[in-house]
Nanobody, 119 residues
Framework: VQLVASGGGLGQAGEFLRLACVVS????????MGWFRQAPGKEREFVGA????????YYADSVKGRFTISRDNAKNTVFLQMNSLKPEDTAVYYC?????????????WGQGTQVTVSS
């Protein structure tokens, strides 16, 4: 499974950005897709997730109500819509795939895309 993230950039507080993650390879083995972020000097943290087959989405409290994860399975793409941006959203954002290979769960990561929010 290969993941390529895009859509990062510079935004101002209150504005929006949309990230995309294109997935290729053995997508039939994917259980869920997620977004994580890592700010300078901090550990990588969970942002949100969505089951590959559909269903409920899950979000960190810090982004709940502002960020939305969606997917377009026909295009093998997962999106992260980020509204009402805050300076504390500044981080490198990574997409993640949770993949079941032979009964063992593996994590795959995209290359990361920088999001910078100015006040």
């Amino acid at each position: 499974v290969q993941l390529v993230a895009s859509g990062g950039g510079l935004g101002q507080a209150g504005e929006f950005l949309r990230l995309a993650c294109v997935v290729s390879g053995r997508t039939s083995r994917i259980k869920a897709m997620g977004w994580f972020r890592q700010a300078p000097g901090k550990e990588r943290e969970f942002v949100g997730a969505i089951p590959w087959s559909g269903g409920s989405t899950y979000y960190a409290d810090s982004v709940k109500g502002r960020f939305t994860i969606s997917r377009d399975n026909a295009k093998n793409t997962v999106f992260l819509q980020m509204n009402s941006l805050k300076p504390e959203d500044t981080a490198v954002y990574y997409c993640n795939a949770t993949v079941n290979i032979g009964g063992t769960i593996h994590d795959y990561w995209g290359q990361g895309t920088q999001v910078t929010v100015s006040s």
